[in-house]
């Protein structure tokens, strides 16, 4: 598993463009907790596992700049509302899982 970084925790919020209170419902801690995350770079932030496993694919997938971004952005932040933590997960994950459509081709 890749070491997560605080400094990849920066840059995963600013790029799934959560605030420090939805990122920390994402994750299930208070924001006090993701900003001292932030505050040190270089430091390496403990989840459990599974979490990890997702957030490493989060950060692979937001890595990679697409018009869609934003979209998941939103979707993550209102299923965080709604449904707190598991739901903000399930969102990503559901997103990570999701394999790309092939253009389908009609003949005339």
């Known amino acids: 598993m890749k070491k997560i970084t605080g400094t990849d925790i920066t840059t995963l919020r600013a ?5 420090h209170t939805q990122f920390a419902m994402l994750n299930g801690v208070h924001h006090t ?3 001292r995350w932030e505050s040190t770079p270089l430091e390496v ?8 496993l997702i957030l490493e694919h989060a950060l ?3 890595k990679k700049a697409g018009p869609d971004r934003e979209s998941l952005a939103r979707r993550i932040g209102q299923a965080l509302i709604a449904g707190g933590t598991l739901a903000g997960l399930a969102v990503l994950l559901d997103d990570l899982t999701v394999q790309p459509q092939e253009p389908s ?3 005339l």
């Open 60 to 62: 692979k997938r937001f």
């Open 105 to 107: 081709h009609v003949a």
């Open 33 to 35: 907790t993701a900003c």
């Open 15 to 19: 790029k799934m463009a959560l605030n």
């Open 45 to 52: 932030v403990k989840f459990d596992p599974m979490h990890q």
